[in-house]
């Protein structure tokens, strides 16, 4: 009951022609205070919605999200999101991005000078200060995830809520942004909540891996603590048997316990 | 400086110009002079070649009024139009310093002396009229957008809204500006009742039928730009708890812009050639009651202002198209995209 965010009991419908469709079904999960969390499944199967439940987005049809024993029941800057496509506004600058957000959440506690410089901070926290002054338009997918990493991230939020966030780079850019990721958590030590379907990423990053099983009416299937110590070296875990371990235990709930019927 | 010069051409739309720019900066001259040909040679060629049948056709026709008139005689009306203009001009200036002799003559006379001021009332020239049709669209356009923009983003983002709406734009957006003149007339004929009225009702007649019938392509565009952002843009500002006016200012209407833009230059194209109907009925001194009143006046002369008319009325609405056009690109936020 005292965790930090609770998540309780929690499902979902979605009214269809049919009649309600159960997408989630008891959802449970609790979640402390600094951890970071992935929830892996396989597409389809109600991650998303999970994740939309916990920023407000959606709203639960049973159950509910508590967070810092407050029941969350909208969206807000609290609960900041990554989106998978960035979702920065192409007609603002980088800088303005982040501005948008620092001014509507921070606009009537700080002056002009400290949003600045807060600004210019959480773009630095993801490397983007060369070119802040830039449209989303011309610079690459990676570099805007940044600034979408650094927008949620100047909210100062208590939950930390990525949608997939590296899902639509290539491989070595998102390992970049991965290892930044790491840094920054280092740094910040966020509360975080991650949706990916990438096993490595899943493993590499989080403190506890929520596996998901297979939709209508998805719920949580099992949930491993990742002991690997921090910080996390991508080249020194290659050949880790731990992190080998931790690997195939998920892959194993994925692709066997779990498996999609039709793919 | 270059790339300035040629953003500005292309922004509003002076592309023509924009090898002869390249030409001046030393850019290879082979290159500019074939971009030269194939932008102006090309449609230079095109419109000789229409004048050309033009002058052919037009003398097979004998109509009651004469022959049709070919360029020529057309040519020949739009010099006869200026100077008609010239003279009026010179008319009138003539009577305002007979009028200002006069009034200081009796002033010298009698201090006390009422002087009145009466202007000038001779007949509105060809150039008068274009500026009458102008303003008239101006105010009738700046209406409808007034009415169509806030309800359009409204009902894209109110799907109930959207649909209450949807069968009153489908319904209203095929009526003829014909149709709605004569209900039009008399509303304002019954409505607008001043002893010194600001406006002719000709004219409050004409503008408000451009605004009823150049209302719902804007209103339908903004609906549909708005409804169609990306869901995500509009998440990013639930998370921000923007309240709805600031959503509204700060993602809706930029996200949107190139829709609106789309809707506003269709509304003026119809509301342009809407007006020149309703003025022909409405009797606003604009350009339709210029080929009215030619058209009833048929002196041998006045097939060939008619056509004067007519090129006006399709140059004015390009050059109108062209300027939307420029305000489109310059407040998009996609400078790229390419719009036609």
Same mark, same amino acid.
Not at chain 1, 126 to 152: C, D, F, L, Y
Not at chain 2, 290 to 299: C, L, R, T, Y
């Given at each position: 009951?005292?965790?930090?965010?609770?998540?309780?009991?929690?499902?979902?419908?979605?009214?269809?022609?049919?009649?309600? &469709?159960?997408?989630?079904?008891?959802?449970?999960? +609790?979640?402390?205070?600094?951890? &970071?969390?992935?929830?892996?499944?396989?597409?389809? $199967?109600?991650?998303?919605?999970?994740?939309?439940? !916990?920023?407000?987005?959606?709203?639960?049809?049973?159950?509910?999200?508590?967070?810092?024993?407050?029941?969350?029941?909208?969206?807000?800057?609290?609960?900041?999101?990554?989106?998978?496509?960035?979702?920065?506004?192409?007609?603002?600058? $980088?800088?303005?991005?982040?501005?948008?957000?620092?001014?509507?959440? &921070?606009?009537?506690?700080?002056?002009?000078?400290?949003?600045?410089?807060?600004?210019?901070?959480?773009?630095?926290?993801?490397?983007?200060?060369?070119?802040?002054?830039?449209?989303?338009?011309?610079?690459? %997918?990676?570099?805007?995830?940044?600034? %979408?990493?650094?927008?949620?991230?100047?909210?100062?939020? +208590?939950?930390?809520?990525?949608?997939?966030?590296?899902?639509?780079?290539?491989?070595?850019?998102?390992?970049?942004?991965?290892?930044?990721?790491?840094?920054?958590?280092?740094?910040?030590?966020?509360? !975080?909540?991650?949706?990916?379907?990438?096993?490595?990423?899943?493993?590499?990053?989080?403190?506890?891996? !929520?596996?998901?099983?297979?939709?209508?009416?998805?719920?949580?299937?099992?949930?491993?603590?990742? +002991?690997?110590?921090?910080?996390?070296?991508?080249?020194?875990?290659?050949?880790?048997?731990?992190?080998?371990?931790?690997?195939?235990?998920?892959?194993? &709930?994925?692709?066997?316990?779990?498996?999609?019927?039709?793919? | 400086?270059?790339?300035?010069? *040629?953003?500005?051409?292309?922004?509003?739309?002076?592309?023509?110009?924009?090898?002869?720019?390249?030409?001046?900066?030393?850019?290879?001259?082979?290159?500019?002079?074939?971009?030269?040909?194939?932008?102006?040679?090309?449609?230079?060629?095109?419109?000789?070649?229409?004048?050309?049948?033009?002058?052919?056709?037009?003398?097979?026709?004998?109509?009651?009024?004469?022959?049709?008139?070919?360029?020529?005689?057309?040519?020949?009306?739009?010099?006869?139009?200026?100077?008609?203009?010239?003279?009026?001009?010179?008319?009138?200036?003539?009577?305002?310093?007979?009028?200002?002799?006069?009034?200081?003559?009796?002033?010298? =006379?009698?201090?006390?002396?009422?002087?009145?001021?009466?202007?000038?009332?001779?007949?509105?020239?060809?150039?008068?009229?274009?500026?009458?049709?102008?303003?008239?669209?101006?105010?009738?356009?700046?209406?409808?957008?007034? *009415?169509?923009?806030?309800?359009?983003?409204?009902?894209? #983002?109110?799907?109930?809204?959207?649909?209450?709406?949807?069968? #009153?734009?489908?319904?209203?957006?095929?009526?003829?500006?014909?149709?709605?003149?004569?209900?039009?007339?008399?509303?304002?004929?019954?409505?607008?009742?001043?002893?010194?009225?600001?406006?002719?009702?000709?004219?409050?007649?004409?503008?408000?039928?451009?605004?009823?019938?150049?209302?719902?392509?804007?209103?339908?565009?903004?609906?549909?730009?708005?409804?169609?952002?990306?869901?995500?843009?509009?998440?990013?500002?639930?998370?921000?708890?923007?309240?709805?006016?600031?959503?509204?200012? =700060?993602?809706?209407?930029?996200?949107?812009?190139?829709?609106?833009?789309?809707?506003?230059?269709?509304?003026?194209?119809?509301?342009?050639?809407?007006?020149?109907?309703?003025?022909?009925?409405?009797?606003?001194?604009?350009?339709?009651?210029?080929?009215?009143?030619?058209?009833?006046?048929?002196?041998?002369?006045?097939?060939?202002?008619?056509?004067?008319?007519?090129?006006?009325?399709?140059?004015?609405?390009? *050059?109108?198209?062209?300027?939307?056009?420029?305000?489109?690109?310059?407040?998009?936020?996609?400078?790229?995209?390419? *719009?036609?």
């Amino acid at each position: 009951m005292d965790k930090y965010l609770n998540i309780d009991h929690v499902s979902i419908d979605f009214p269809t022609p049919d009649g309600p &469709f159960r997408a989630l079904d008891n959802v449970n999960l +609790k979640i402390e205070k600094g951890e &970071f969390v992935s929830v892996i499944g396989h597409s389809g $199967c109600g991650k998303s919605t999970v994740m939309n439940i !916990v920023g407000g987005l959606y709203k639960a049809t049973e159950g509910g999200v508590v967070l810092e024993g407050r029941e969350v029941d909208e969206p807000g800057p609290d609960r900041a999101i990554v989106f998978q496509n960035h979702s920065l506004f192409p007609w603002l600058s $980088c800088y303005q991005n982040v501005e948008l957000a620092v001014k509507s959440v &921070f606009g009537a506690s700080r002056s002009r000078q400290q949003i600045r410089e807060w600004v210019e901070h959480n773009l630095e926290l993801v490397h983007m200060t060369h070119a802040m002054h830039k449209m989303p338009s011309e610079i690459s %997918g990676g570099m805007k995830q940044r600034v %979408g990493i650094a927008r949620a991230l100047s909210m100062e939020p +208590k939950v930390l809520l990525m949608d997939e966030p590296f899902g639509a780079l290539d491989a070595l850019t998102r390992a970049h942004l991965q290892d930044s990721l790491m840094e920054i958590q280092a740094d910040l030590n966020n509360t !975080v909540i991650m949706i990916t379907h990438d096993v490595d990423e899943a493993v590499l990053l989080s403190d506890k891996i !929520v596996m998901m099983t297979n939709g209508p009416a998805a719920t949580i299937g099992e949930v491993m603590e990742v +002991k690997l110590p921090r910080p996390r070296k991508r080249l020194d875990l290659a050949d880790d048997r731990d992190y080998n371990h931790y690997r195939s235990e998920v892959i194993h &709930f994925l692709h066997q316990r779990h498996a999609r019927k039709v793919a | 400086m270059k790339d300035k010069l *040629i953003y500005f051409l292309e922004l509003t739309g002076f592309n023509w110009f924009i090898p002869l720019v390249r030409l001046t900066a030393g850019e290879s001259p082979k290159h500019q002079l074939q971009a030269l040909v194939k932008m102006v040679g090309v449609p230079l060629f095109a419109i000789a070649v229409f004048l050309f049948l033009w002058h052919l056709g037009a003398a097979k026709v004998i109509t009651s009024l004469g022959q049709v008139p070919g360029p020529v005689q057309v040519w020949e009306q739009v010099t006869v139009l200026a100077d008609e203009h010239q003279a009026s001009r010179e008319r009138e200036e003539a009577f305002y310093d007979r009028q200002e002799q006069r009034n200081a003559a009796k002033l010298e =006379k009698n201090p006390d002396a009422e002087v009145t001021i009466r202007s000038y009332t001779g007949k509105e020239t060809f150039f008068d009229q274009i500026l009458t049709s102008l303003f008239t669209v101006f105010v009738g356009f700046l209406l409808a957008t007034v *009415i169509a923009v806030p309800i359009g983003i409204m009902a894209g #983002l109110s799907d109930t809204l959207y649909s209450a709406l949807n069968p #009153l734009i489908q319904i209203f957006k095929p009526v003829s500006p014909l149709a709605w003149l004569p209900i039009v007339t008399m509303v304002v004929s019954a409505l607008y009742v001043t002893d010194n009225p600001v406006f002719e009702k000709s004219f409050i007649t004409s503008a408000l039928t451009v605004t009823l019938c150049s209302l719902w392509p804007t209103l339908i565009n903004t609906a549909v730009g708005v409804s169609s952002i990306d869901k995500d843009l509009i998440n990013v500002a639930r998370v921000l708890r923007l309240n709805y006016f600031t959503t509204v200012v =700060k993602v809706v209407i930029p996200a949107s812009i190139p829709m609106i833009f789309t809707g506003l230059r269709i509304s003026l194209g119809i509301g342009w050639m809407v007006l020149i109907a309703a003025e022909m009925l409405a009797q606003n001194p604009g350009l339709g009651k210029f080929v009215w009143d030619e058209f009833q006046n048929g002196s041998s002369s006045s097939l060939s202002r008619i056509m004067v008319a007519v090129l006006t009325i399709g140059i004015i609405g390009f *050059i109108l198209d062209r300027i939307t056009l420029s305000f489109q690109k310059f407040f998009s936020y996609d400078k790229n995209a390419v *719009i036609r």
